[in-house]
């Protein structure tokens, strides 16, 4: 089912160009600047957990998470005036439902020169919904080296875990039925920030399946 | 299930996608485990009738870094020497219940026979003298690699394009991805059908080097010759081979290519060969991510995201 809510943000990413108005029947649960003081809670968070951020790297997985680690790690860096690595780790190869559908464009893999071996890895990512993206990724990080400690930072926390995974840190926790699609836009790639709860549309789960 | 027979049935988006894979594959060098789970449980059967190391350890380690299981069938010491026809042997490996089958044969056409009577996905690699898609795909990535984008670059393709299965998937690809090919060879060695190809045609090698941005040699099949098409070796070499005066000629930032193996004094002089600007090994190391991505997008998901929707009987 995570396969459903990558579908939901490629489908905010795709070719319509991006418009004030909702799509039909979905709301603005967070808008700009409720993301922007998330992402800044989110980075003290980081910070006080890894005392300083000794050692951490910020790992977004694409796509939404990508921009999202970034805008992470400018914001420790204002804080704390310490330079955090950031980078993306593409999920597909290692995704438990490839062969539901046919094979999907691979996203960028960009670690830090340096490797993740001995460092605080903490993965970010848009929606945490079943928990199957964070399983596929903390598999794809064990193929890449060793970190001392993987943690994971989440902008929307919808709830419905098929895993035993949480979140280390949440920009907000957003009860949300199965019969919901929860949308995250970011000014980067959808010139614009919000998080968008509207229904899922039947044909939804076929396309998720894709 | 779909196959890659022929480098012309892939659209510009699929060859896009092909290439974009093999992108992201090839940076799998800098990971602790140089593996991806993807294919676990498929099995690839590579099913070589014709005597290639580049091309089966290619192929036996893309399906292997994709966590594939890789079973080798070569015509020496197998049923094969023992009469049983390609038929028979396509049989046996449907029975075992391959995914994949990488194909070499020495006949045209025998992927695409292959593919009418196995289940699993069909990859030619090589076929006689026709088509040799996944080298194709991987010049495309080398020049890609070095070029930037393929629109409007002029490629050249001298040798034995008669003989070459190289040059056939070469050209049909090169021209779905936008860029202007032009063949040069001996009158002798220039294929009767070729007005058909999407292609220029020159004898002289002079006049095309020049205006240049890749050169690609191809090597004299001698195996496959069936008669005499140039008085000598030498002649052949002093006429078409890529010596340092030639070199001389092409624009300062235009690449060599060869596919290999390389006869080093007939088409190519050493010092070319081992020149920054030619790609010859990079070829080789790009050969793999290209045929992990061929492997991954046939095998990887429910359906294949490229290639041939059916086989042509």
Known sequence: MCAKKRANGDESGGGDPPSR?????????????????????????VLER????????????????????????????????????????????????????????????????DGIHDSVVVLVDDVLFSGRSVRAALDALNDLGRPRAVQLATL??????????????????????????????????????????????????????? | MRHLLSAGDLSYDEATQVLDTAKELSQLSGHSVKKFPTLRGRTVVNLFYEDSTRTRTSFELAAKRLSADVINFSAKGSSVSKG?????????????????????????????????????????????????????????????????????????????????????????????????????????????????????????????LPKSDVVMMLRVQAERMKGEFFPTAREYSRRY????????????????????PMVRGMEISAEVADSPRSTVTEQVTNGLSVRMAVLYLLLGGSESAIGNQEAQG
């Open chain 1, 21 to 45: 108005t909702e799509p039909e029947g979905s709301r603005a649960v967070l808008e700009g600047p409720e993301i922007s003081r998330a992402l800044t809670r989110i980075a003290h968070e």
């Open chain 1, 50 to 113: 890894t005392k300083g951020g000794e050692g951490v790297i910020l790992l977004g997985i694409p796509t939404r998470g990508v921009p999202l680690a970034r805008r992470l790690a400018e914001r420790i860096e204002r804080v704390e005036d310490r330079h955090v690595p950031w980078g993306s780790l593409d999920i597909t190869m290692y995704r438990d439902d490839l062969r539901l559908a046919p094979a999907r464009a691979l996203g960028r893999t960009e670690i830090p020169a």
């Open chain 1, 156 to 210: 929307v926390d919808r709830g419905h875990r098929q895993l035993p995974i949480r979140a280390d840190y949440v920009g907000k926790n957003l009860p949300t039925s199965l019969r919901e699609k929860v949308t995250v836009l970011l000014d980067e790639l959808d010139d614009r920030d919000a998080v968008l709860v509207g229904p899922a549309k039947p044909r939804n789960v076929a396309e998720g399946d894709r």
């Open chain 2, 84 to 208: 049983e026809s390609l038929k028979d042997s396509a049989l046996t490996l449907q029975a075992m219940g391959a995914d994949g089958v990488v194909i070499r044969h020495s006949a045209s056409g025998a992927a695409h026979r292959l593919a009418t009577w196995v289940d699993g996905a069909v990859v030619n690699g090589g076929d006689g003298t026709h088509e040799h898609p996944t080298q194709a795909l991987l010049d495309a990535f080398t020049i890609r690699e070095r070029m930037g984008d393929l629109a409007g670059l002029r490629v050249t393709i001298v040798g034995d394009v008669l003989h070459s299965r190289v040059a056939r998937s070469n050209v049909l690809l090169l021209h779905t991805l936008g860029a202007e090919v032009t063949l040069v060879a001996p009158p002798t060695l220039v294929p009767v059908s070729v007005h058909t190809w999407p292609c220029a045609v020159s004898y002289r090698i002079e006049d095309v």
């Open chain 2, 241 to 260: 081979g890529l010596d340092r005066e030639r070199f001389a000629r092409l624009p300062a930032d235009a690449i060599v290519m060869h596919p290999g």
